[in-house]
């Protein structure tokens, strides 16, 4: 089976400096790769993804996400972090396993930025 | 332009009773998707569903829980004889073709399901 890990529960970082959301996966053939943002009492929303093609991958809101193949990552990366960058941020892997191709999200690293 | 809707918001059920969330895809999307999101925990999948089919119900507990996406109308997901630990947010995402390598999901903002 296909997964995606985050090692950090938590990420803190001040305001104006760089960040990194942590995220490794696990499958079998082609990684299909995803980053979600989820604001308070709200759905996911997607921030970008890595189908093929160049290994740094920009998405909105200023983030990319840096896929490598051999340490088998995928961290989701800001130069400058903004406050209303404080969120919870799910990495997450297309499963090709089964027919239905459902998407499989990772536990979640919340984001906290401070001023 | 109405993005994904569900509801209610916020669902507050006793135990025994059943609770059925509605979700209604984005105009033009026929794939539904429903995970469940308990506290200080990630996404984890229940169901897939196109219309009248389901698709992959891999994730739904065996008794209980059930899901139907009819021809016309929303999305059910329906959970029988609630209990505590059923208490957690429940969101719907949808897409406008199942199983493309590319394709994102749009979510709805969830149901909370509190069972007392």
């Known amino acids: 089976a296909q997964s995606v890990a985050q090692p950090e529960d938590q990420v803190n970082v001040a305001e104006g400096n760089p960040l990194t959301v942590k995220c490794t996966y696990s499958v079998s053939g082609n990684p299909y790769l995803f980053w979600y943002v989820q604001y308070p009492n709200r759905g996911l929303q997607f921030l970008l993804k890595?189908?093929?093609?160049?290994?740094l991958v920009k998405g909105s809101y200023g983030f990319e996400a840096e896929f490598n193949k051999s340490q088998t990552s995928f961290h989701l990366k800001k130069p400058t972090a903004l406050v209303s960058d404080s969120a919870l941020y799910f990495c997450a892997v297309r499963d090709f396993y089964s027919s239905a191709s459902k998407i499989i999200f990772g536990s979640g690293t919340r984001l906290s930025i401070r001023p | 332009n109405a993005g994904v809707m569900q509801n209610p918001r916020h669902l507050v059920r006793r135990r025994g009773q059943e609770a059925r969330l509605r979700c209604s895809p984005m105009?033009?999307?026929?794939?539904v998707y429903w995970y469940r999101q308990l506290p200080e925990e990630g996404l984890k999948f229940m169901v897939y569903l196109q219309k009248e089919n389901i698709i992959d119900e891999s994730g739904m507990p065996k008794e209980r829980f059930s899901a139907e996406f009819p021809k016309e109308g929303p999305s059910i997901l329906r959970i029988q004889q609630v209990v505590r630990g059923d208490s957690a947010a429940y969101f719907c995402a949808s897409s406008p073709v199942g199983g493309q390598v590319n394709e994102k999901l749009f979510f709805g903002s969830g149901t909370q399901l509190s069972v007392l």
């Open positions: 105009k033009g999307h026929s794939h």
């Open positions: 890595y189908i093929t093609g160049d290994n």
